[in-house]
């Protein structure tokens, strides 16, 4: 008979099969082993899956059918693939089953080797699988870990039939035995039957004598125990199996039908090849076991195995084999530990493998609906940016990120603000809201609709509002996020309050600006339809039990929508801050949400870091701070351009602080290699039928002269959501890199409290304190705290001495900012964007033009917390005139004032080179003008 087909009938040892493939078991060969060698089971494991489903174009069709239906999750592809497996493998082994009365006719499935070290995950996991796959005859796998073993009693206790894997050590088995023991007794005190729970205890063989060996090399003289340890601490577990089963406890289970948990000998494919092939079946035959080979060890059997019963000989022998090893200095037990250890890395090697083959074949069947990322990085970069992706994958960072775990960053209190993670398919449950209020704002006739908001609240917003423009039948969406009265007024102006709907978005609702814009349009709304009416105008978006939800209640606003407490401001445009201003201007949010879901499962935990395009962002933008290109740089194509401030105030207010992290460098129109330091980090977003071929060309020069460079490649506008979500991967990953909390603002926070004290203090006294300037003219006056003042003797001399001295302080790798209270209009932009490019491409400087006090919601926090490679030139202005704001005694240009004082006083408190220079007599052109000329003037 064949020696194979006869290791049942005659030694009691059942032949399982380590492996298992779609076209394996489609095209009858799995069954013809059942029939010609009697095989009576089949194991899986991530490896045996990774090269079955990465190795191969066979599960392709299988994939490409799950996504012409729409997207998954790479865990799903994958489980979609395993679990049609292993059905169709029990459904062959169901006879065996069935002809065995549930001894054997089993098939295995693994549950995730993530999950090794965490008990109720695996209890949780284990049990999911099992109903998913829905087959008597499967066993599901679990590790003989420490946190493995409780899991295996409690779902013995359920009734669910489990392979314990990854077995080393005597000691360890016993542990898992009993607990089994301990399961059915809880089973059968349910009154469950005891009769239909199976299982079988996985010890590997071949891992011990490659361990094992090494160490006896190490110590020599112990060749003669070279290949023997695996098969005597084999024996010796069959020995301690006997004794178990020997005991009344186990008799007791038996009388009541219970089946022994049996050895199987996995791991028998022979590694040393010194060794006889069939080495690990030969010498471990024997009744009320199971060897589980690899086919190549199978058909090595068949050919020239010998049957012998060989597991109960020479016990004393085995006895001695281990007895020599401690004598060796060599603890089976230790050895034991680091296998599993080892074990458990090895199959989550694996698992990453294969969920990234998953992943990547997701890509390419996405095709255009996911925007492509490429990155070009010089040689060095590229080393450090592996060794990161290499390390967050070693670690499990994606999959800890995803599980809230705070010691992925600096171990503060990461975990309560990684609401943003889950909210696109939150928000996608709450769609038909979002829908409603679209089709009431619809109706309602609006001809604008205005978000009054600061940071996150606003910046988002804008980026909807500029990409996606106007929607027929749906309003105008305007942002409005400055406080000087000239911007408020030529809002205003703008709109016909009569027929506008204010959006008043504030998470905590204590914020200043969104408080006065809403005191402000509130009350002209009043004068202008009736105080009864007002309400209907006004929608708030802000954090449940807010100052702005008792607010809003209180004036009958039409609508409140909540935020998620546990998302910060710059993460939250994807939530009720991004997706309410979405709805209002006709934008489609469930569209708009299944594109942001694209990206987010591309992002997902199941996707390893190598083919995550947020970690591999991320991991890049950390390297480059390493290797002294800290300077973020955005291009964008033309129709996605306003992104760049988003980003700029996700990457700043997140990764700018402890005196360390990334600058973001927006709004600088990209040129030749040139006008560019080396501490440059280029993100290129580029649209797609838009692209401008200027900006093409420049970036291309940029790589050709060694910079580095991120593609990001879109369709087309209505894919942009997919970025928000990218940016904020990237960005958390950044800051794990950094070892930050990228999820707090302190220097933000300080500007806050600085302004509202100089506030505060105003409304009582009527005015902001007195100033002397170091400088003043008819126009132009200066002013700087004691240190910068002391640092600037030029300043007396007036301004363009000032400024040449001030920008003189700018070293090689310094950025400079200017930061200007003014309004934001296209003038006053082009005057000071002028400036900043002559300053760039003279000094070779990163550059920032920014417009306060929405900046101080934004970069502020890095320019205040981060490197002190800033140098800032702070620009002021006396309004046209004020604007008073109802119920306050002052109006808006002390709001204005206030902030930039405040800003610059913890500027100054941070010891920041920074000056201030402001624009006396309201003629605002006329001032930026002279501080432009001055800036030209000192280069």
Request: aromatic share 8%.
């Amino acid at each position: 008979m064949n020696p194979l087909k006869a290791l049942f009938p005659q030694q009691g040892q059942a032949v399982w099969l380590d492996f298992v493939a779609r076209g394996f078991v489609a095209d009858g060969r799995l069954k013809a082993l059942v029939d010609t060698d009697g095989l009576r089971g089949v194991t899986s494991n991530p490896s045996i899956f990774e090269k079955a489903i990465g190795g191969s174009a066979e599960y392709d069709d299988a994939l490409k059918s799950v996504m012409a239906q729409g997207d998954a999750r790479v865990i799903d592809l994958y489980e979609g693939c395993a679990i049609a497996d292993i059905q169709a493998a029990a459904d062959v082994l169901r006879p065996v089953y069935d002809g065995s009365d549930g001894a054997d006719g089993y098939v295995s499935l693994e549950v995730s080797p993530y999950l090794a070290l965490n008990t109720q995950d695996t209890l949780e996991e284990a049990r999911r699988l099992h109903a998913m796959v829905a087959r008597d005859n499967l066993m599901v796998k679990v590790p003989a870990t420490r946190e493995g073993i409780p899991a295996i009693e409690a779902l013995t206790a359920d009734g669910i039939s489990i392979n314990v894997t990854l077995l080393f050590s005597v000691d360890t088995y016993e542990a898992v035995a009993r607990a089994f023991i301990a399961g059915l007794e809880a089973h059968a005190a349910k009154g469950g039957d005891v009769s239909k729970v199976a299982s079988v205890a996985s010890f590997f063989i071949s891992r011990i004598d490659v361990a094992v060996d090494k160490a006896l090399d190490e110590k020599g003289g112990y060749d003669d125990l070279k290949g023997k340890v695996a098969i005597a601490n084999a024996k010796l577990a069959y020995q301690r199996f006997q004794a178990i089963h020997a005991e009344p406890t186990w008799q007791a289970l038996a009388a009541k039908g219970a089946k022994a948990q049996r050895l199987l000998w996995a791991s028998t494919g022979v590694k040393n090849k010194a060794y006889s092939d069939v080495l690990y079946v030969e010498e471990l035959i024997g009744p009320d076991t199971v060897n589980t080979m690899p086919p190549a060890t199978m058909d090595a059997f068949r050919d020239h195995g010998t049957l012998k019963s060989a597991i109960e000989s020479d016990v004393a022998g085995a006895q001695a084999v281990m007895a020599r090893l401690a004598e060796a200095g060599i603890d089976i037990g230790t050895v034991g530990d680091t296998l599993v250890e080892e074990g458990v890395q090895l199959f989550i090697d694996a698992a990453d493998k294969l969920l990234g083959a998953v992943a990547g074949k997701r890509i390419d069947f996405l095709g255009p609906k996911l925007n492509a990322q490429t990155l070009v990085l010089d040689e060095a970069l590229s080393a450090a940016a592996k060794k990161a992706v290499e390390e967050w994958r070693a670690s499990g960072k994606i999959r800890r990120l995803w599980a809230h775990d705070k010691t992925v960053w600096s171990g503060a209190d990461e975990d309560r603000w990684l609401g943003w993670l889950r909210i696109v398919e939150d928000e996608l449950e709450r769609v038909a809201d979002y829908q409603a209020f679209a089709e009431e704002v619809r109706a309602g006739g609006f001809s604008d609709v205005v978000v009054l908001g600061m940071g996150g609240s606003s910046l988002g917003p804008e980026v909807l509002a500029e990409t996606y423009g106007a929607h027929a039948g749906f309003p105008t969406l305007r942002i409005l996020d400055s406080t000087d009265p000239d911007q408020v007024r030529e809002t205003e102006a703008a709109i016909d309050l009569a027929t506008t709907l204010f959006i008043v978005a504030s998470k905590s609702g204590s914020t200043l600006e969104p408080n006065v814009f809403r005191d402000y349009f509130l009350g002209r709304m009043k004068e202008t339809v009736g105080a009864e009416k007002a309400g209907a105008h006004f929608v708030a978006v802000t954090d449940p039990g807010s100052a702005m939800e008792k607010a809003a209640k209180a004036d009958n606003f039409r609508r409140i929508f909540y935020g998620v407490p546990q998302i910060g401001g710059r993460y939250s445009v994807l939530s009720a801050f991004g997706l309410v201003p979405a709805a209002a201007s006709g934008i489609d949010v469930k569209a708009f949400l299944d594109t942001a879901r694209i990206m987010v499962r591309s992002c997902g935990p199941a996707v390893p870091p190598a083919q995550n395009p947020g970690v591999l962002l991320g991991t890049a933008m950390g390297a480059a701070l390493g290797a002294g290109r800290d300077k973020v740089t955005i291009i964008a194509s033309p129709g996605i351009d306003t992104f760049g401030a988003w980003a700029e105030q996700l990457i700043a207010e997140s990764n700018g602080k402890e005196g360390k992290g990334l600058i973001p460098i927006d709004g600088e129109p990209v040129d030749v290699p040139a006008v560019y330091g080396r501490d440059r980090f280029f993100v290129y977003l580029r649209l797609d039928g838009r692209a401008d071929p200027h900006q093409d060309e420049a970036v291309r020069n940029l790589e050709r002269e060694g910079h580095p460079v991120v593609h990001i490649a879109l369709a087309n506008e209505e894919q942009l959501p997919q970025e928000f979500f990218r940016f904020e991967i990237a960005t958390a990953v950044a800051g794990s890199l950094l070892g930050i909390n990228p999820f707090d603002q302190p220097d933000v926070e300080a500007s806050k409290i600085e302004t509202k004290k100089l506030f505060d203090a105003a409304e009582k006294s009527g005015a902001l304190p007195a100033e002397t300037p170091l400088f003043s003219d008819e126009t132009i006056a200066l002013y700087a705290d004691a240190g910068n003042a002391g640092a600037l003797p030029q300043a007396s001399q007036g301004l363009e001495a000032a400024v040449a001295a001030h920008l003189a302080r700018a070293k090689d790798g310094d950025y400079v900012a200017l930061l200007a209270y003014v309004a934001r209009n296209p003038g006053h932009h082009a005057i000071l964007q002028e400036a900043r490019i002559a300053l760039r491409d003279t000094r070779r400087l990163a550059t920032c033009l920014e417009f306060g006090p929405r900046f101080l919601h934004s970069t502020g926090q890095a320019y205040k917390g981060g490197p002190d490679t800033g140098v800032f030139l702070q620009i002021t202005a006396d309004p046209s005139a004020d604007l008073a704001i109802p119920g306050r005694s002052l109006g808006f240009g002390t709001v204005v004032a206030a902030q930039a004082r405040g800003d610059f006083s913890v500027l100054a408190e941070r010891q920041r080179r920074a000056l201030r220079v402001h624009i006396r007599g309201g003629d605002v052109e006329a001032g930026l003008k002279r501080i432009a000329a001055a800036i030209r003037a000192a280069l």
